[in-house]
């Protein structure tokens, strides 16, 4: 607990949390020399190739645990598809949290069909359009053209107007007596 509040200190004050003397770099955590030093460090200690195999035994590890019928993150039996029950809620939290981020960017960004609609661009593809009063580009109607003389033709789009033809004909029979 002291180092978190030790870092919150720092946070609160703008000083760097590796020398905790110099001001932070705008937008991190450490101050211009440190960033060069950490930038330094890691290109001197960094191998990719090193870091490729590591990563293939992660896979492979979680290819193992998952056939084993544990959970991949730890060695307990997964109960909860592939996560025991701790690393389940986990996993659930985690989603929740990066759906609700994307859900709160996708409104500041706007409806993207709005947005289209506004630049005049094709509501499909983003294309500019070609045709006034038209919300589709002409490479788009066609498409539309096609997907809907092939939607007709469909067994359950058949079978749908064979029950509606057939209800239709109960009730002319039915409703004249």
């Not at 607990?1 to 705008?26: D, I, N, Q, W």
């Not at 293939?56 to 598809?81: D, I, M, S």
Request: aromatic letters at 8%.
């Amino acid at each position: 607990m002291e180092s978190k509040k030790k870092y919150a200190l720092l946070t609160k004050h703008g000083l760097c949390h590796r020398c905790e003397k110099a001001l932070v770099f705008p937008g991190r955590k450490f101050c211009a020399d440190c960033l060069e030093k950490i930038a330094q460090y890691n290109a001197d200690h960094y191998d990719s190739e090193k870091a490729k195999k590591y990563q293939e035994r992660r896979r492979e590890l979680y290819r193992e645990k998952k056939a084993a019928g544990v959970c991949v993150r730890c060695k307990a039996k997964a109960t909860y598809g592939l996560y025991c029950y701790k690393h389940y809620i986990e996993a659930k939290k985690a989603s929740a949290r990066t759906a609700q981020r994307r859900r709160l960017e996708r409104a500041e960004r706007g409806l993207i069909p709005d947005i289209r609609k506004k630049e005049r661009l094709c509501l499909r593809c983003g294309k500019p359009l070609d045709v006034e009063n038209s919300q589709l580009c002409l490479a788009c109607c066609e498409v539309n053209r096609k997907n809907s003389a092939l939607a007709d033709k469909t067994k359950w789009r058949q079978d749908e107007a064979r029950r509606y033809e057939k209800n239709r004909r109960w009730r002319e029979e039915h409703d004249k007596r």
